[in-house]
């Protein structure tokens, strides 16, 4: 009887192994609960609009029936988002850029985009070269060729801090081209907007910022956009490779996760987010927003942020920016 005993027992123990397992969070259960998407900003930025798009498009279309919630969570460049997504599990996802991985290697934050799940790559704007209306400067090479004969020669408007896509593609760009980029004058303003407002006053002598803030000034003739780091002509502006630099710097947004979710839970956004951005709403918001597609798989974004992490090392250390 006490063999007996000893037999059920034990299978009851592996019974309970079994169902323990089945109904874990990296089952076909997965999600079992409302997902937030963290948007590590205020409302109104590009995080937040990425984020909100995200959602509208996933909901509209009901690639994901679970109910989604974007959740704001602003301060440090995403410090604070972030180390708020990795205290969740993966009901939670948060929007990234290159900041998660530049944050670090400024030595602004201890986190590192490998303290995360990466889920996707999704979407780039560019960004644009542009100087006042009345500059005598013509061309993008002619810049670059003031530029190496006399670094210090020029103010170069950037925002919101040094480190940033705008300040480093452009620093890629010039170094490329042999200018000493640590000679470089730029000057910092708080956002895309004052860097617009210092270059139609005049203060500076061109600017940095994205595509998108320059294009209505620059249709109007206020300003003109010299180059953009894209990889082909864009509202009849050319890139830098239209000008002979085989260079592109995308300005991207994905999305990632908290530590250690599961292949499963991988594989349920690979299918979901791989579906999202065929739809015709993810090309509208795409349409909108001035952004191009730049999707990459989790697999894909894990390989594209390894490459991110060293081209940022270097050109942070070339820009004498490195902890």
């Given at each position: 009887?006490k ?18 397992g ?10 079992s ?83 995360f ?15 006042p ?13 003031r ?44 956002s ?5 407002t ?30 953009t780091?894209?990889?082909e ?37 690979d299918n ?52």
């Amino acid at each position: 009887m006490k063999i007996k005993f000893k037999w059920m027992a034990l299978a009851m123990l592996l019974a309970t192994f079994i169902i323990s397992g089945c109904s874990s969070s990296g089952d076909a259960e997965y999600p079992s609960k409302n997902i937030e998407i963290i948007a590590p900003a205020t409302p109104g930025g590009g995080w937040d609009a990425t984020a909100r798009a995200i959602q509208n498009v996933l909901d509209k279309e009901g690639i994901v029936e679970q109910n989604m919630n974007v959740v704001n969570k602003p301060g440090g460049g995403g410090e604070v988002g972030w180390q708020y997504l990795k205290g969740k599990d993966a009901h939670d996802i948060s929007v990234n850029s290159s900041l998660v991985i530049a944050n670090n290697l400024l030595g602004q934050s201890e986190l590192t985009y490998e303290d995360f799940t990466p889920l996707a790559i999704l979407a780039t704007e560019w960004i644009s070269i542009a100087v006042p209306e009345k500059s005598d400067i013509e061309d993008g090479i002619d810049l670059l060729d003031r530029l190496k004969e006399d670094p210090a020669s020029l103010t170069i408007a950037v925002g919101p801090a040094l480190g940033n896509n705008d300040h480093l593609s452009f620093v890629r760009v010039a170094e490329e081209y042999g200018v000493d980029v640590s000679k470089l004058r730029f000057l910092v303003y708080e956002s895309g907007g004052d860097v617009l407002t210092a270059l139609l006053g005049g203060h500076v002598d061109l600017a940095t910022f994205s595509l998108s803030e320059s294009l209505e000034q620059n249709e109007a003739g206020n300003i003109r956009v010299l180059a953009t780091t894209a990889d082909e002509t864009i509202d009849g502006i050319p890139s830098w490779q239209d000008q002979g630099i085989d260079f592109t710097f995308p300005h991207w947004r994905g999305l990632m996760g908290p530590p250690d979710m599961t292949e499963e839970e991988i594989a349920y956004w690979d299918n979901a987010l791989s579906e999202m951005v065929e739809t015709e709403g993810w090309k509208n918001v795409l349409e909108n927003n001035g952004w191009d597609n730049y999707y990459m798989n989790s697999k894909e974004t894990k390989a594209f942020l390894d490459e991110q992490n060293e081209m940022y090392k270097e050109l942070i250390d070339k820009a004498g920016l490195g902890n």
